[in-house]
């Protein structure tokens, strides 16, 4: 591994000595103003200036991935950064994900900061090996001598008429592996505070985005704005306070649950919408303060509903609040099937604010049994 990164930096005149030194003098700071006032921005925005803000910031930090220079980034979240920070700290890649993860693996064994982009992380299980037995598990096996300083970021779960193989969600998956930490951000102000606390982190991190939300615009603050703001890994964010039910979601399904809770609203159901942010650290005490106040819970995610998020959070729920629970627990999941090409099917394979509608109403006892459903778990 070492001979690969020692040679990457020959190819470019870099020596093993002169690294520190190199990346010194490449660095960049930037000049920002940011009015006290509350303003718009976009997700891709959002994701685009964190990247900006920690390359100024520590010169150890650098991208790789497929068109993230010349082109800026399949989804331009790597726009002007080329120009800013040069080829040595933007580096595009072959087609090859195995190959620029375990690169990018070893820089991080070597105290780099490396980011890695995957133009979708269907297509991280080419990199699989580097994630999970070379990025995860180094810390534990070398007793704590290793640090792994890397994040692993790109789009995914479902976007619209990708097909199966471009449209899975990887939250379980990449969940269920100690030495991992597994971030999932929705709004702007998580895209921002979340990425750059990734960044920032000396453990390997899985940061799950979603295609859809990139063009989405939020509200942002000046604090968020600053470019000190970072937001706590493995802290959930209580969205809409509620008394009747607690709805867990995370990344786009958090705007579902949100419009199903308008609708819950105006019928007498007072739902709680908690935000999970972090898959793994999972925000356990949140969740489960929120369902011993509503006694009732309903999960929400775009994965397969075997071996979900949504099935651990139930797990939680159970074990440590089984009797408070006034009814069971409701599961909303994507269909358990591969993601289907067709619009059509596509939806029904999907979670829609009325499948959330219905479980809510159904936790509440105030819909039939009998009432189907397009994604239910």
């Given amino acids: 591994m070492s001979g690969l990164i020692n040679r990457k930096m020959a190819t470019r005149g870099i020596s093993a000595l002169n690294m520190n030194q190199f990346l010194l003098g490449s660095r960049v700071f930037a000049s920002r103003n940011f009015s006290s006032a509350t303003k718009e921005m976009t997700v891709r925005d959002a994701l685009n200036s964190a990247l900006d ?10 991208v790789m991935g497929e068109e993230v220079g010349e082109y800026q980034g399949a989804y ?81 779960g479902a976007a619209a008429g990708v097909g199966a193989q471009h449209s899975q969600c990887y939250a379980a998956w990449f969940g269920a592996c100690p030495g991992l930490k597994v971030l ?6 998580d895209a921002r505070g979340l990425l750059k606390a990734a960044i920032r982190d000396p453990d390997p991190v899985v940061f799950l985005e979603n295609e859809l939300l990139y063009g989405e615009s939020f509200p942002v603050s000046a604090e968020v704005l600053d470019s000190s703001f970072s937001l706590p ?23 579902s649950a949100l419009k199903a809770a ?20 999972l925000d356990r005490p949140t969740i489960n303060a929120s369902v011993r106040k509503t006694n009732r819970l309903l999960t929400v995610e775009e994965g397969f509903p075997q071996h979900g998020v949504g099935a651990e959070i139930c797990a939680s729920v159970v074990e440590e609040s089984f009797e408070f629970l006034d009814a069971p627990v409701e599961r909303i999941s994507g269909a358990d099937v591969p993601m289907p090409y067709a619009a059509n099917l596509e939806r029904m394979a999907v979670p829609q604010i009325e499948d959330i509608v219905r479980g809510a109403k159904r936790a509440c006892y105030r819909a039939a049994k009998s009432v189907p459903m397009a994604a239910t778990a």
């Fill in 262 to 281: 308008e609708i819950l609203a105006k019928e007498g159901i007072s739902a709680e919408v908690i935000n999970l942010r972090s898959i793994r650290p």
């Fill in 233 to 255: 890994i493995g802290k959930a964010k209580i969205e809409r306070e509620g008394k009747d039910i607690t709805i867990t979601a995370f990344s786009k399904m958090v705007g």
């Fill in 76 to 156: 331009k979240i790597t726009k002007g950064l080329l120009n800013k920070y040069g080829p040595q700290r933007v580096l595009d890649t072959p087609i090859t994900e195995a190959g620029f993860t375990g690169i990018g693996v070893g820089a991080a064994y070597h105290g780099l900061k490396p980011v890695i982009e995957f133009m979708t992380f269907n297509f991280s299980m080419q990199a699989i090996d580097h994630i999970i037995n070379s990025a995860a598990k180094s810390n534990y096996m070398s007793a704590g001598q290793i640090s792994v300083p890397i994040v692993f970021r790109g789009p995914n």
């Fill in 53 to 62: 803000e920690e390359m100024s910031a520590d010169p150890k930090v650098f």
């Fill in 184 to 189: 999932a951000p929705y709004s702007s102000e």
